[in-house]
């Protein structure tokens, strides 16, 4: 497979790798297991038993499984052939997925940052215009 078609396949399958991992370490859709997942890590027991629940909590060590999942389902290889091409691909999946959870999270708190602060200049001008008005009527 050429170098180019290999790159697009890198980036596509990256996507939903991001997808799927932010989505089960992040969104609300899976708080309760990820809740339990939290407090099992977190609980006594043996080192193996803690970080496995701790992965699934952890977008970037999640993303090591999801990444692996589909480098084997898409028998995808990148640059070399093989197992080891298998394994090139599989560090680079993890690699360009964690890429777009860091710029997804990076625009998701742009995002409620200028929300809050076009909250904050909306109660700022009602509270100037409540200022305003009893100056002018004592």
């Known amino acids: 497979m050429p170098l180019g078609t290999q790159a697009a396949w890198l980036f ?10 932010w989505t089960v370490t992040h969104e609300e859709v899976f708080r309760e297991p990820r809740t339990w997942c939290e407090r099992q890590s977190k609980r006594r027991g043996s080192v193996l038993r803690r970080k496995f629940f701790y992965l699934f909590t952890c977008e970037y060590c999640f ?3 999801v990444a692996a999942a589909f480098v084997w389902m898409s028998d995808f290889q990148l640059v070399l052939t093989g197992w080891r091409g298998h394994l090139v691909a599989w560090f680079a999946l993890v690699w360009i997925a964690n890429l777009y959870m ?3 999270d990076h625009v998701k708190v742009s995002i409620q940052a200028e929300r809050v602060e076009v909250e904050l200049k909306k109660e700022l ?3 100037l215009k409540e200022v305003v008005l009893d100056k002018k009527n004592p």
Request: aromatic share 6%.
């Open 12 to 21: 596509l399958l990256a996507i939903p790798v991001a997808c799927i991992a």
């Open 63 to 65: 993303s090591h499984y």
């Open 102 to 104: 860091g710029i997804h």
């Open 125 to 127: 001008k009602e509270e």
